[in-house]
């Protein structure tokens, strides 16, 4: 066998071929004889190559004649072709790459910060500076250079404000209508408008009604229709002064200086709806 095997990346698979021989031989009692050669087939074995063949390793692969069809290849049986299949060689270590250049140290920054120059800040403020910290001690020393600097100023002070009035001096007279609107109708629920004046200190102080509609013979005391109450009076009524109907039911809290109503009359629909008007 030839020691220079050619090399196969894959497996070569060899067809099984099948023969046979018919041969008529003479003649018995006048007939024919046939003689029948019994059907030779080839088969593949696969074993592993000799070091010789392969020195790397590898197969060898066999195809022989299996007389005896069982499959194994039998002493005395015609190895047909042996065909090699080798591993290949190892390849060689690549060379080590050569060492980079070794990179610049970092540069250590240190902050301090001083008091920024009256020129710059006429109100004060600071200025922060970075330099360069060689020995990371967190100062800078002689030999350590300023960087940058940013100068932060305090803002100017704002003017006095005016002094704020008492609370007795801040009430203001207010005025508008008691009670809900009536829908559809030009009075509120409690038919009266009231008018607050205040007095020297949150206990004092006038309330004045006036019935809604001025003009007609229910509408208060008086031609101008007004009725007045002094606060120091905590519970009172809103009524007509014809046929004695009740409005609501007034209650006045000086210690809030609230007043509170609760509509009374059935008329329009809103009794018990209640309210607080603050002053």
Known sequence: MNSKFKKFSSLTIITLAFSFTLITSGCANGEPTATIKVPSITQVSIIEATLQACP??????????????????????????????????????????????????????????????????????????????????????????????????????????????????????????????????????????????????????????????????DQGIGKTGFNVWNVDITDFQLASEVGSIIYCQMTWNPGTQTLTYSVVDKSDGLAGKSGTIRF
């Open 56 to 217: 790397n390793g590898g197969i060898l692969v066999q195809s022989f004649t299996d007389s005896n069809a069982n499959g194994n290849l039998d002493t005395g049986e015609k190895i047909v072709s042996a065909l090699p299949v080798c591993n290949g060689t190892n390849g060689t270590n690549g060379t080590n790459g050569t060492h980079g250049i070794d990179g610049v140290d970092g540069q250590s920054i240190g902050i301090s910060m001083s008091d920024a120059p009256i020129g710059s800040c006429p109100a004060g403020g600071s200025t922060i500076h970075t330099f360069s910290d060689f020995n990371r001690n967190m100062i800078q020393d002689t030999d350590e250079m300023i960087l940058a600097s940013s100068t932060i100023c305090n803002g100017a002070n704002g003017h006095n404000g005016k002094d704020g009035k008492n609370e007795k001096e801040g009430k203001v007279i207010a005025m508008g209508a008691v009670g809900p609107e009536v829908p559809g109708k030009p009075y509120s629920a409690c038919h009266h408008d009231y008018l607050f004046i205040p007095g020297q200190d949150q206990a004092e102080g006038w309330l004045i009604f006036r019935h809604q509609k001025n003009g007609s013979a």
